[in-house]
């Protein structure tokens, strides 16, 4: 019987230093939360974020969605002004009991909660029926490790607006600790709201979504691929249909997990792209705590998951600080980013043509495609 090494004194010295610079460097910014400004709404673009979320209530703070998890899923929506001064990629957060700069700092101009899923499903059915998108999609975003039920959906809320998607943006909050050392607790969080993943993805299919473009980060992206794989067991092709694209940014996912979630979903959604960096210090760290050489997000040798109909992005080159989430932080990336559809179009009439297309080196190995990028501002051969 074969087992993976364990780290010996000097790495489990490595891993509490490890820990403690994530500390240090998640404890030098202000946490997220929601604080409602409903004059901000004249500074900034207001972006309406619905949310599905496990996380319980907090009746000793008051929060209506704290760090506990609910078998329940309920639904909630924020509308989320994105201040005017600040550079794409960046979140500024408001500072104590001062008050807040409307034109730099993300506030919530309203929020509100759904007392069932019927009256979460009609507003969003109006969101996508609306003619301000124009579009019948739905962006649903997963978040990942160490983070608050605010940050999540501001990360949204950013995202949407630095790459300006079309259609509603849904955001699913599980149950998080929101804290560097809660990692144990977050890995247990995630597998206990797989149900609640699938709800939401059925709730906004049932709203009138006719496409899901389904966006994860770090945890949540093994969130994702394990309600993936819990939805095709249960045989709703249907709803695995209704996946327009899947985007894994920097997923703390086993690679053998992978491979055999892959496998249980069968047929991928397409296009499916994996965002990575070998430069992402979270995923080392993960690395270590599970005894292994990396993680997906860090994967080094297509090799490995040759065999997947699956993009690999490689953002090495774009990466600074901790690099755990250098897709959305990146205004390069974001660049990259936002034009994906472009990218897969391109791609689909021309898969020996691939060189070129990304500002970087293109491998193309069986099935998969990987791409170490390069950092530039704009795509080659796709200019505006």
Same mark, same amino acid.
């Given at each position: 019987?074969?087992?993976?090494?364990?780290?010996?004194?000097?790495?489990?010295?490595?891993?509490? /230093?490890? #820990?403690?610079? $994530?500390?240090?460097?998640?404890?030098?910014? !202000? @946490?997220?939360? *929601? %604080?409602? &400004?409903?004059?901000?709404?004249?500074?900034?673009?207001?972006?309406?974020?619905?949310?599905?979320?496990?996380?319980?209530?907090?009746?000793?703070?008051?929060?209506?969605?704290?760090?506990?998890?609910?078998?329940?899923?309920?639904?909630?929506?924020?509308?989320?002004?994105?201040?005017?001064?600040?550079?794409?990629?960046?979140?500024?957060?408001?500072?104590?009991?001062?008050?807040?700069?409307?034109?730099?700092?993300?506030?919530?101009?309203?929020?509100?909660?759904?007392?069932?899923?019927?009256?979460?499903? /009609?507003? #969003?059915?109006? $969101?996508?029926?609306?003619?301000?998108?124009? !579009? @019948?999609?739905? *962006? %649903?975003? &997963?978040?990942?490790?160490?983070?608050?039920?605010?940050?999540?959906?501001?990360?949204?809320?950013?995202?949407?607006?630095?790459?300006?998607?079309?259609?509603?943006?849904?955001?699913?909050?599980?149950?998080?600790?929101?804290?560097?050392?809660?990692?144990?607790?977050?890995?247990?969080?995630?597998?206990?709201?797989?149900?609640?993943?699938?709800?939401?993805?059925?709730?906004?299919?049932?709203?009138?979504?006719?496409?899901?473009?389904?966006?994860?980060?770090?945890?949540?992206?093994?969130?994702?691929?394990?309600?993936?794989?819990?939805?095709?067991?249960?045989?709703?092709?249907?709803?695995?249909?209704?996946?327009?694209?899947?985007?894994?940014?920097?997923?703390?996912?086993?690679?053998?997990?992978?491979?055999?979630?892959?496998?249980?979903?069968?047929?991928?959604?397409?296009?499916?792209?994996?965002?990575?960096?070998?430069?992402?210090?979270?995923?080392?760290?993960?690395?270590?705590?599970?005894?292994?050489?990396?993680?997906?997000?860090?994967?080094?040798?297509?090799?490995?998951?040759?065999?997947?109909?699956?993009?690999?992005?490689?953002?090495?080159?774009?990466?600074?600080?901790?690099?755990?989430?250098?897709?959305?932080?990146?205004?390069?990336?974001?660049?990259?980013?936002?034009?994906?559809?472009?990218?897969?179009?391109?791609?689909?009439?021309?898969?020996?043509?691939?060189?070129?297309?990304?500002?970087?080196?293109?491998?193309?190995?069986?099935?998969?495609?990987?791409?170490?990028?390069?950092?530039?501002?704009?795509?080659?051969?796709?200019?505006?």
């Amino acid at each position: 019987m074969s087992s993976r090494p364990r780290p010996g004194r000097s790495g489990w010295r490595r891993i509490v /230093a490890g #820990l403690a610079l $994530v500390a240090v460097l998640a404890g030098c910014s !202000t @946490r997220g939360s *929601v %604080v409602v &400004v409903p004059a901000a709404a004249a500074t900034g673009t207001v972006e309406t974020i619905f949310v599905g979320t496990t996380r319980s209530a907090d009746p000793e703070t008051g929060t209506d969605f704290g760090i506990g998890r609910s078998a329940e899923t309920r639904y909630a929506r924020l509308d989320v002004a994105v201040p005017p001064d600040r550079k794409p990629g960046t979140i500024a957060w408001p500072q104590g009991r001062m008050r807040p700069d409307t034109r730099g700092v993300f506030l919530a101009t309203a929020e509100k909660v759904y007392p069932d899923p019927a009256a979460f499903r /009609a507003d #969003l059915s109006s $969101v996508l029926l609306g003619e301000r998108r124009g !579009t @019948r999609e739905a *962006v %649903v975003f &997963v978040h990942g490790f160490n983070n608050t039920f605010a940050e999540g959906a501001y990360r949204l809320a950013q995202i949407g607006h630095d790459l300006d998607l079309r259609g509603a943006y849904v955001h699913y909050a599980w149950s998080s600790r929101g804290h560097p050392l809660g990692y144990a607790y977050d890995r247990d969080s995630a597998l206990f709201a797989r149900d609640g993943l699938a709800d939401l993805l059925r709730q906004t299919q049932a709203a009138g979504a006719e496409r899901i473009l389904l966006i994860a980060h770090s945890m949540g992206a093994a969130l994702t691929m394990e309600t993936l794989r819990q939805i095709a067991i249960s045989g709703d092709r249907a709803l695995l249909d209704w996946i327009a694209a899947v985007i894994l940014i920097s997923p703390d996912i086993d690679v053998d997990v992978f491979r055999a979630q892959a496998a249980g979903i069968g047929t991928l959604p397409q296009p499916f792209y994996i965002f990575t960096s070998k430069k992402d210090r979270v995923l080392a760290l993960s690395a270590r705590l599970t005894g292994q050489r990396d993680r997906l997000g860090t994967i080094a040798d297509i090799d490995e998951i040759a065999d997947l109909k699956v993009t690999v992005l490689d953002t090495t080159a774009f990466s600074s600080g901790i690099g755990h989430f250098n897709a959305g932080t990146s205004s390069g990336l974001l660049t990259i980013l936002g034009r994906l559809n472009e990218v897969d179009a391109a791609f689909a009439t021309d898969r020996a043509g691939r060189a070129g297309v990304l500002p970087g080196v293109v491998l193309t190995v069986q099935n998969a495609t990987q791409i170490v990028l390069a950092p530039v501002t704009a795509l080659s051969g796709l200019a505006r």
